[in-house]
């Protein structure tokens, strides 16, 4: 198979159309089979549930060229999961797991073209969704839906090396106490710009959130989970039901355990210790693990002991293994590779 002829090594994280998605539609109470289409525009009622409500929710993955010319993907199964909960609580027909990972597996396959190739630091990425796509105008979940996957070559997210990043503390919330924070629902990045734009606007690259409750517990940023590293390398990570749960940072955990013989534990991290961790890192599926160098907040800015120069060696060592793991030069856990093509 013929690669496109793009420069890998130089694409950024934007939407590029590729030659085809995968749709499926929810009507009459049951999802269609679905299928390949080349269109990349979506059709819609101007009263769609989507549009006027907000009911959609979403996924993010990665395919990867490996070391022996394998196309992969890694743990599709908990983005399928996690969509199915996604759902749920927007009362959006979820998507049966067989049907995600059929449409994830075609879209990949068709456009093989578009994988970035091995050792290009690029990926494919692989963005699942569904929507009400159904007319409403009074307030109640849309009659129908629309799966729909498409891919995207994306570059490496840090170009020129990785630096370490400066947050900004929030003075904005992200999740209210039993609300949608734990969920990937676009509405909860809807009310992310504002506060992302003002972080942005003073020079720094994400917002910490803390919990909207107390305003005394470490969350996470709009779009990524924190660990922290102690002074003796235990790997902590906050534990809440209004964040996110990251596949990134559940992967990290295991492997700084199992691989890396790392103490984890998941707990309540409170923001007035902050200072007392030696690195932090923000996982998700576009950075891996990016490293934070910098929060400034209204009491002073928190240096971690890692520093602003690169990335801390814990952090290092973590992101070293997981992509290792993705790009199969490292021996994944059982279950963790989904092969897509094998040539
Ligand atoms: C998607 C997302 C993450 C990262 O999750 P991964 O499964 O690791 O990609 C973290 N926080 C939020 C709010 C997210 O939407």
Same mark, same amino acid.
């Given at each position: 198979m013929e690669k496109k002829n793009l420069d890998w090594s130089a694409l950024s994280f934007s939407y590029q159309p590729t030659d085809y998605r995968f749709v499926a539609h929810y009507r009459n109470g049951a999802w269609d089979e679905g299928g390949l289409v080349t269109d990349a525009t979506c059709t819609m009622s101007e009263s769609a549930g989507v549009l006027q409500y907000a009911q959609t929710c979403f996924e993010g993955l990665k395919a990867y060229t490996t070391k022996d010319g394998k196309i992969v993907c890694f743990r599709p199964d908990l983005n399928a999961k996690r969509l199915q909960d996604s759902a749920e609580r927007l009362l959006i027909p979820p998507v049966p797991t067989e049907l995600f990972l059929k449409a994830v597996d075609e879209v990949v396959k068709a456009n093989a073209a578009w994988v970035p190739p091995y050792g290009t630091g690029a990926t494919l990425y692989i963005r699942p969704f569904v929507f009400g796509n159904g007319p409403v105008i009074g307030v109640a979940p849309a009659p129908e839906y629309e799966f729909r996957v498409f891919v995207t070559p994306v570059g490496p997210y840090f170009k020129g090396g990785i630096k370490p990043l400066r947050l900004l503390l929030s003075q904005y919330d992200r999740a209210a106490p039993h609300g949608t924070g734990h969920i990937k629902a676009g509405l909860n990045y809807a009310m992310s710009l504002y506060p992302g734009y003002v972080a942005k606007l003073q020079g720094y690259s994400e917002n910490m959130y803390l919990d909207?409750?107390? $305003?005394t517990k470490v969350e996470e940023t709009g779009g990524a989970n924190f660990v922290f590293v102690t002074d003796d390398n235990m790997i902590v990570t906050p534990k809440s039901d209004t964040i996110l749960p990251s596949i990134t940072r559940r992967s990290l955990l295991y492997v700084a355990e199992h691989y890396l013989g790392l103490k984890v534990v998941e707990r309540v991290v409170k923001y007035?210790?902050? $200072?007392?961790? &030696?690195e932090c890192g923000l996982c998700g599926t576009a950075a891996v693990i990016s490293p934070v160098g910098e929060i400034d907040t209204p009491d002073g800015t928190i240096r971690f &002991?890692?520093?602003?120069?690169k990335m801390g060696e814990v952090c290092a060592k973590l992101r070293e293994t997981l992509t290792g793991i993705q790009s199969g030069e490292i021996e994944a856990p059982e279950g963790w590779i989904r092969v897509i093509c094998e040539d």
């Open positions: 909207a409750a107390t $305003r007035d210790e902050l $200072r007392n961790f &030696k &002991k890692s520093g602003m120069e």
